[in-house]
């Protein structure tokens, strides 16, 4: 079992890796052409309509739905009926999506103020034509999670982790042929066509290769339909502060003046490598086996088996944490350039990247955490959780927005998706935990002291070096990364002799082979 996910761990370990190095490089293209100012403001407050659309349908959950559904199938040996359910949902969601994203553009240009109250005449006239052309690519994300979740069921995951990686480089493409024309509409069609070549297209072919086994059928009535609709109702109504966090960030960032929303969404795009790497993977990994074990009665594995997934996982995400706190702003410099960026700009580049990487182990840990609900078909409880935990912070992130600007929208993010994520852990250890089952808490104990030092250490050394970028965030971003790790070690977190030796072991084998 283990074997199986650390198989799946390293593919999906694999594309995210590549899919965050590539996204850098977008984001570099993006930054390079735009800059930080107010027309890279537009370019990315038009996406939160169409994220909208993506979570009012569910397209998020629609793997973590349909999987145990169309698993359950095939272990039943009722492959026929696991293709007469996908066919349904996939044509009721055709139909639906298609007439909202139709009504959605029509209304487009009265829903911009609300998305950025903060824009201008112009800027608001931009946004509209900008999500006018983002907006039809989330049927093809949609349609395309219906096709991904059918092969990982079946343990294929080869095609589904590689499809991010064409919609980036679509995005990629387009901006550097055609950015310094079109400026952010180049970006925009790139989203459009990206989303068809990869979230839609990669799975397409991994299904035809495989098994395609549509039908224009749309049995409303079959039970895994209204299985389905039930587990992903809670989903659609309910705002989970994973997805809602962005939209306060654009909505409360474009009231906080000129570049705050592009250099925020900057920030966290540095956090998010590390956590993409270390929580999707793992997360996206583990849940066919988690769904399995679960079903077969065996609760108390299934959280072990998470739980020492989110150790490992938290171990590096803190190690993260520290060196990116440390080295934040020379990252941004070198990914970013100084010729649209004046230093104070990337310097708050590394101050947003710091305070959002307080909440990078809750970022990277709650998937994971949240598929040991789903596994049990418990998606009521996640969703409800981060409906309370968006009407609480709501006010959180408008005071601190307003005092503070991006830096105290950047904590307020941190301490919503800390609170969500914490919270999902108490539950699910009481739902699922058997006595003497290993615990999060108290790694994160152990951690946080040695994720302090770590940084305390790294800025020392920042004070005494004055070198190019890449050599000053690399030294000290290092450094801080050694010395939490050297803590945590001497603090009694176990899994640090694990990572340590994994990463040795992969540089020695390099070595030899050189």
Wanted: glycine share 12%; hydrophobic share 55%.
């Amino acid at each position: 079992m283990s074997r199986r996910i650390g198989i799946a761990s390293l593919i999906w370990g694999v594309s995210i890796l590549l899919s965050r190095v590539i996204g850098l490089v977008r984001e570099a293209v993006i930054g390079r052409v735009l800059g930080g100012g107010a027309e890279a403001d537009v370019y990315w407050s038009a996406f939160v309509l169409p994220d909208f659309l993506n979570y009012l349908l569910a397209g998020g959950a629609l793997t973590i739905v349909f999987i145990p559904i169309f698993g359950r199938a095939l272990a039943q040996d009722r492959e026929d009926e696991g293709w007469h359910i996908f066919s349904t949902i996939f044509n009721f969601a055709l139909i639906v999506l298609g007439l909202t994203t139709a009504a959605l553009m029509v209304v487009t240009p009265q829903l911009v103020p609300i998305i950025a109250p903060g824009f201008d005449e112009a800027q608001l006239a931009q946004l509209a034509r900008l999500t006018r052309i983002v907006l039809p690519g989330q049927i093809f994300h949609i349609l395309g999670g219906l096709l991904s979740s059918v092969l990982q069921a079946r343990d294929e995951h080869r095609y589904p982790a590689f499809a991010p990686l064409g919609y980036t480089g679509c995005i990629v493409g387009f901006g550097l042929a055609l950015g310094p024309l079109l400026g952010a509409e180049a970006f925009a069609w790139g989203v459009l066509v990206g989303s068809i070549v990869g979230p839609f297209g990669i799975p397409l072919v991994g299904c035809l290769r495989t098994r395609l086994g549509w039908r224009p059928v749309m049995d409303l009535r079959h039970p895994d339909f209204r299985r389905y609709f039930f587990l992903s109702l809670p989903i659609m109504v309910a705002f989970s502060v994973v997805v809602v966090d962005d939209w306060l960030l654009k909505r409360f960032g474009s009231l906080a003046g000129e570049g705050v929303v592009s250099r925020l969404q900057y920030a966290k795009t540095l956090m998010k490598v590390p956590m993409g790497v270390f929580g999707l993977a793992t997360g996206a990994a583990a849940y066919p086996t988690l769904t399995r074990l679960v079903a077969q009665g065996r609760n108390g594995e299934a959280y072990a088996t998470l739980v020492g997934a989110c150790r490992m996982m938290l171990v590096l995400a803190f190690a993260a944490q520290a060196a990116f706190t440390v080295a934040g702003a020379d990252i941004a410099t070198v990914i970013w350039g100084t010729r649209r960026f004046s230093e104070a700009q990337l310097d708050e580049i590394g101050l947003f990247t710091g305070a959002f990487c307080l909440g990078l182990g809750a970022w990277a840990a709650q998937g994971l955490i949240a598929r040991g609900f789903y596994a049990r078909q418990q998606t009521w409880l996640p969703s409800v959780v981060g409906s309370v935990v968006v009407v609480v912070a709501f006010p959180v992130y408008a005071a601190l927005g307003e005092r503070m600007g991006g830096l105290g929208l950047g904590l307020a993010s941190s301490a919503a998706i800390t609170v969500y994520t914490t919270a999902l852990a108490i539950m699910l250890r009481r739902n699922m935990a058997e006595p003497g089952a290993p615990r999060i808490a108290d790694l994160v104990v152990r951690m946080t002291p040695a994720v302090a030092l770590g940084v305390a250490g790294g800025f020392a050394l920042d004070r005494t070096l004055s070198l190019p970028a890449l050599a000053q965030g690399a030294l000290t971003g290092g450094l801080a990364l050694v010395i939490c790790l050297a803590v945590a070690r001497l603090l009694g977190v176990p899994e640090v002799a694990r990572v340590v030796s994994l990463v040795g072991g992969k540089v020695a084998r390099k070595l030899g082979r050189g």
